[in-house]
């Protein structure tokens, strides 16, 4: 038996040895018949988005949780999003910037009005943003390097990018502590 030959028989032994000691461990999969997500699939109603960002993150969620159907939980949440500059160019202006976005949730059950779980989440992307000096325009056939529409458009996709990457932090809080506070 060659050394490859062992390793893919001690590799075959290793993942059946962790298939029959993870239901021993108490490990249930969140998605699974009995898992946690199952149980709550429509039943956090989101609170109104406020503006664009909003409504993104409302919507990502809603995409993972389900449309809120008699909802026994609701969520509150509270978004903030500010701009870092990160790097510059030989002409001193910005050429690549930073969304941070913030999010402080708490998960209110609605008959009771107590607050079962509070967060404070942070993450964040980035987008390019080379202008060009607009005295100085490219020649014909010149590699053309941005402008005002293209870097907005650029922002745009990176708050995008944020509300989800927010949203699914969001829906990872909760199913990951899910067991403590729900009933």
Known sequence: MSSSDASKTWGRRSVLTALVALPACGFTPVYG???VARGLTGQILVDEPE?????LLVTRLEERLGR?????YRLALDVSISDRRLGRNTQ???????????????LIDRSTD????????TNFTSYSSPLIDPDNTPDPGEPYVGS?????EARRDAG???MTILAD????DLLATAPDWQQ
């Open 33 to 35: 018949p009995a898992g």
């Open 51 to 55: 503006d664009e960002a909003g409504y």
């Open 92 to 106: 001193s202006s910005t050429a690549r910037e930073q969304l941070v976005g913030r999010i402080r949730y708490r």
């Open 148 to 152: 005002y529409v293209s870097i907005r």
């Open 114 to 121: 107590q607050t079962l779980r509070r967060a404070d989440l």
């Open 169 to 172: 932090s969001i829906v990872a």
């Open 68 to 72: 809120p159907n008699d909802a026994q």
């Open 160 to 162: 995008e990018r944020l």
